[in-house]
């Protein structure tokens, strides 16, 4: 049996799922690059998806906000990964919230065979509540790291995405023209709670 580092250090069996959640600007999507390079550098065969609606920074890669990059294949939807992960032995999924719950079944079916699944998603929407289908990957999740971005308004950690403009859609793609990250206290005041 082949065996990885996990997030903490300890030896670990191959088949896991590891989630990296947290508010937008938190560094997500980077600690997701950082894991794959690392896992690529392994030698190890390495596969990232991405939903196809994001495509703010780039049609075929994923990259995060500082502008660090990797290669990756856009799917319409969770299915699709299953079809096109044969013969990896680590998938990474960037902006998880986007997919259903299917996602939730592809992450199980791919870690029950062996795979390391490395998922990356926002925990909350611009509401402060849950997002699709993060809170079940939280549960199937092996290992879960929680990251904070800055609240732009007091430099304490910040763990809400604020919508600053009135759209009210659930999904609605921006930077920081159309969002900041705030701490609980700057965010019920930015509400008026």
């Known amino acids: 049996m082949e065996f990885i580092e996990s997030p903490e250090g300890s030896r670990q069996g191959r088949g896991s799922v590891e989630l990296i959640t947290g508010s937008m600007f938190s560094g997500k999507t980077e600690e997701l690059i950082r894991r794959l390079r690392r896992a690529q550098f392994a030698g190890l065969k390495v596969e990232i998806f991405k939903p196809s609606i994001d495509n703010r920074y780039s049609e075929t890669k994923v990259v995060s906000h500082d502008e660090k990059s990797i290669s990756?294949?856009?799917v319409e939807?969770?299915?699709?990964?299953?079809?096109?992960?044969s013969g990896c032995d680590v998938i990474g999924i960037d902006e998880a919230?986007?997919?259903?719950?299917?996602?939730?079944?592809?992450?199980?079916?791919?870690?029950?065979?062996?795979?390391?699944?490395?998922?990356?998603g926002l925990d909350?929407?611009?509401?402060?509540?849950?997002f699709g289908p993060m809170p079940?990957?939280?549960?199937?999740?092996?290992?879960?790291t929680k990251v904070h971005a800055i609240c732009t308004r007091c430099g304490n950690l910040a763990q809400y995405?604020?919508?600053k403009s009135s759209e009210e859609q659930q999904v609605l793609l921006g930077e920081m023209d159309k969002y900041e990250p705030l701490c609980r206290n700057c965010y019920n005041l930015a509400h008026g709670k």
Do not use: H, W
């Open 72 to 74: 990756s294949t856009p």
């Open 77 to 85: 939807n969770a299915a699709s990964i299953l079809l096109l992960a």
């Open 97 to 120: 919230q986007f997919f259903d719950n299917s996602i939730i079944e592809v992450c199980n079916k791919l870690a029950d065979s062996g795979v390391r699944i490395v998922v990356a």
């Open 124 to 130: 909350m929407d611009y509401t402060g509540k849950p």
């Open 136 to 144: 079940a990957l939280l549960s199937i999740a092996e290992f879960v």
């Open 161 to 163: 995405s604020y919508r």
